[in-house]
């Protein structure tokens, strides 16, 4: 893998993301001697995992995630190359109920060890630096996820990049379901880019992909819904294969709220 390093932008109105392309040179600090805990601060992520029992995919908790030697597998693990923080997902594996495709992905929590749940009012904000490192049709690399308020288990947005290198966000039409999706840019695969996804006031979801913003209202349908962040590789395709599937390096992920 190549070392690369990239400061996300933010946003201070809207839901922004931003993607970047950036070259392969540069330097990362992390150590590629310890586990995703000594690199990132996970104390306000748990791990779910493309394994475990039908319908019940394993979960990691903040607990066990943090610290130079907290938990790591082959599907959630510090690349020894570069240090990155790595997600591998495959074409098939166990899933959750309301989804048919496998995923190692972070799922935001509170400090308290509770699962997050807040407001569209009010500032928040997910940036990230990653590059994907091999994918076979699409794959979700970060969410804003409805959570408390009705039954709906849709996402308010995702972000999808795809084998051929382009970027989309996706934007759920209501809690009901239906997706609209936007091309917000392209990276080649293995090329480290930066997207940032803040949320603030409730009203608008706003797009920056480079240095144009565009703007989109969030539906009053989701009003009543409170939400939380996730990132990491979410496949969207599925086959009997346990060695095609996504994988996805992490060099920063920080979440704040305000």
């Not at 510090?78 to 990155?84: H, L, M, S, V, W």
């Not at 594996?93 to 749940?117: F, H, I, Q």
């Not at 997207?195 to 009053?220: C, E, F, K, Q």
Request: hydrophobic share 30%; glycine share 12%.
């Amino acid at each position: 893998m190549t070392r690369s390093r990239l400061l996300a932008a933010a946003t201070t109105a809207g839901l922004a993301l931003t993607a970047t392309a950036l070259g392969t040179g540069g330097a990362h600090a992390a150590d590629p001697h310890v586990a995703p805990g000594g690199n990132f601060d996970l104390s306000v992520w748990q791990l779910q995992e493309p394994v475990g029992s039908p319908g019940k995919p394993d979960t990691v908790p903040s607990s066990r995630l943090q610290g130079p030697n907290g938990y790591q597998d082959a599907y959630f693990y510090t690349d020894t190359r570069d240090g990155a923080m790595t997600f591998w997902a495959p074409e098939k594996g166990v899933t959750t109920p309301n989804s048919k495709y496998a995923r190692s992905e972070l799922r935001e929590m509170n400090r308290d060890g509770s699962a997050a749940d807040w407001p569209l009012a009010g500032s928040h904000r997910l940036s990230a630096t990653l590059r994907v490192v091999s994918v076979t049709k699409n794959v979700c690399v970060g969410q804003i996820h409805l959570g408390s308020g009705g039954s709906s288990t849709k996402p308010l947005a995702e972000l999808y990049y795809r084998a051929n290198g382009d970027i989309v966000l996706g934007t759920e039409d209501s809690p009901a379901g239906g997706q609209t999706l936007h091309p917000v840019g392209h990276v080649n695969v293995g090329r480290t880019w930066s997207y940032t996804v803040a949320v603030s006031g409730g009203n608008t979801i706003d797009l920056t992909v480079g240095g144009t913003t565009t703007h989109y209202g969030i539906p009053s349908s989701f009003k009543p819904y409170k939400q939380y962040f996730k990132a990491g590789s979410y496949n969207q395709s599925s086959s009997d294969s346990t060695t095609a599937g996504a994988r996805v390096a992490f060099y920063g992920l920080t979440v704040s709220h305000g």
